[in-house]
């Protein structure tokens, strides 16, 4: 069974940051590539950074510069290193997983976590 368990959300200023982590079942974590979503009320879930088991990455064109998604496949977890926060990156966040690239990143990802609340005040 994949678990994806997320961590590190919270509330925080705009111009602060947080870091996200994601803790994947080891099973599924080293042949999978993982992914950060979001979905903010009244939107679609879009896309926030990918990453593939070889370390091709992909961020959404509103976060570039700003957040950092990185793998440690020791610990079979990914994070998202987000710096300068502003209001609209409130949103919740998800992690996801799955062996297709072309997967994450079109929203067909197979496995996803709980989310965890992102809130960034003005």
């Known amino acids: 069974q994949v678990q994806l368990v997320e961590s590190g959300g919270g509330l925080v200023q705009a111009g602060g940051s947080l870091r996200l982590s994601c803790v994947a079942s080891?099973?599924?974590?080293?042949?999978?590539?993982m992914g950060w979503y979001r979905q903010a009320p009244g939107k679609q879930r879009e896309l926030v950074a990918a990453?593939?088991?070889?370390?091709?990455?992909n961020y959404a064109d509103s976060v570039k510069g700003r957040f950092t998604i990185s793998r440690d496949n020791g610990k079979s977890t990914v994070y998202l290193q987000m710096n300068s926060l502003k209001p609209e990156d409130t949103a919740v966040y998800y992690c996801?997983?799955?062996?297709?690239?072309?997967?994450?990143?079109?929203?067909?990802?197979?496995?996803w976590g709980q989310g965890t609340q992102v809130t960034v005040s003005s």
């Open positions: 996801a997983a799955d062996s297709s690239y072309a997967a994450i990143v079109a929203d067909r990802a197979g496995y």
């Open positions: 990453i593939s088991t070889g370390g091709r990455i």
């Open positions: 080891a099973n599924i974590f080293s042949s999978n590539y």
